[in-house]
């Protein structure tokens, strides 16, 4: 699909900042900050939406090949995950298993009389995961080099040398999951705060006041 159309986006930050920054947003997918000059590609299922952006343009036929094996380099990820279907209510379960333990009970619903997928669900942070929360809904995460954690936790992301760090958001009643995943080359990571903080700002404007 093409790219969407729309009103610039106006953001706070510094003049040598912004300079190196540009908002992407595919079709179906919440904005998000990333370098200027890398390229962007949405996907859309059933479940999900999710924006990539990555210093180099991502080749469909290998994104979903079934050989691939997810992304080893340079990359943003940002997730809007709706909890109401089978495989979005199963990652939303899991990552809520990980690091929002006030919202166990959605865990267990979704487990249901099924003993057998309660492995699925372990409960408790990835042992080597830095966490930060912002809330019972909101948190900040580092998931280090050659690491697993939930920067990794999925197909998406393969680990490597570089860390990722970002945020997952729990939204709404259902709830659903807004999940970034950030990982960029060393002399850019200055920038992953700035990245990490706008989506953030983004989704408390889309939130309803607790």
């Not at 009103?7 to 930050?13: F, G, H, M, N, T």
């Not at 949405?42 to 290998?62: C, L, M, R, W």
């Not at 954690?149 to 729990?170: E, F, H, K, Y």
Request: with cysteine; glycine share 8%.
């Amino acid at each position: 699909m093409p790219a969407p159309s729309g009103a610039d986006k106006v953001v706070r930050l510094g003049a040598s900042t912004a300079r190196r920054l540009a908002y992407y947003k595919a079709e179906y997918s919440s904005g998000v900050l990333a370098p200027r000059g890398w390229y962007c590609f949405g996907a859309t299922g059933s479940s999900s939406s999710e924006a990539f952006v990555t210093p180099q343009p991502v080749n469909k036929d290998d994104f979903f090949s079934p050989a691939w094996r997810g992304f080893t380099g340079p990359v943003i990820l940002i997730e809007d995950i709706g909890a109401t279907t089978g495989s979005g209510r199963y990652t939303v379960a899991q990552v809520i298993a990980r690091v929002f333990p006030k919202h166990k009970a959605f865990v267990e619903e979704v487990i249901g009389p099924d003993f057998d997928l309660a492995s699925d669900f372990p409960f408790g942070s990835y042992p080597n995961d830095k966490l930060i929360y912002r809330g019972d809904r909101l948190v900040e995460y580092e998931t280090p080099p050659h690491s697993e954690g939930l920067g990794t936790m999925t197909l998406r992301l393969q680990a490597s040398d570089c860390p990722v760090d970002g945020v997952a958001i729990l939204q709404g009643d259902t709830p659903d999951l807004l999940l970034l995943k950030v990982r960029l080359p060393a002399e850019m990571h200055d920038l992953t705060s700035h990245i990490i903080r706008q989506v953030e700002h983004d989704s408390a404007k889309r939130r309803p006041t607790r």
